[in-house]
């Protein structure tokens, strides 16, 4: 962890890209990391980051994400940013030159250059290194992450060879882009920050996880529950005893325990 100790960068712009400006002082900003996303729906990100915990992080500047539309880095109204697989097969795949412009022309910005700021350029790849919380807190030393997100049938592989320094995969499943696996990525590293959530200590990664209950103490709903074999049962479902004795010897025990 690097509470307490604050990394100044450069760098004017966070999200949304349509939001004022940057003020004079915004040009000094205190951000402990930086994402910038190259996509070909770059709209996907809005909603999302307009929420809860990653909408504050934007706020407080905890965090800066800028989601790059890879058809901003064509040349000409002929080039495309996907084209036929070599060898044959369905789909299309995502090309190497818009994306090696996009992170030359980031690399060429990036305060980087003249400092000991680190970055990572990360291509989502259903056959990259299994993302889980030891990666994301490796990832959180970071200054910059540039993620990556293919799309159809994947992204050209020179990009994996020769511009991406890792490949990661979000799990054995599946999805149409790396848009999803982005914003999973971006979180789950986020919280690993400073002042991404209130509290150190709310790191599931590091209490480890177990059950919660709320108010009430019995929960008991006016009519039956049918259950899912038909039958009907009344409702009186109760917290576990254990939680509301004061006793938190024995409730740490219990959360160890369950
Ligand atoms: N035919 C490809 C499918 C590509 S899916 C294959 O079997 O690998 C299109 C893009 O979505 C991928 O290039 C990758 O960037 C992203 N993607 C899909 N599933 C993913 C996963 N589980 N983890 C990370 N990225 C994924």
Redesign the pocket.
Known sequence: MRIGFIRVICYSVTFPPEADPPSADAILTITFMIFDILTIFPNAFDSYLNESLVKRALKNKIISVRAHNLRDFLRGKKERVDDRPFGGGP?MA?KIEPIFRAVQLLNSKFEIRNSKLKQRII??????KKLDAKVAKRLSKYDRLIL????????DERVAQHVADEE???????????EL?ALVLMETVSRFLPGFLGKYESLEEVKGSYPVYTRPEVFQANGKWQMANGNKRKTRWAVPKVLLSGNHKDISEWRRRI
């Open positions: 789909g995502l291509l989502f790849s259903t056959r990259g990556i997100c293919g799309r159809y049938e994947g992204v990661i995969s979000i799990g054995d499943y599946v999805l149409s882009g790396g696996p």
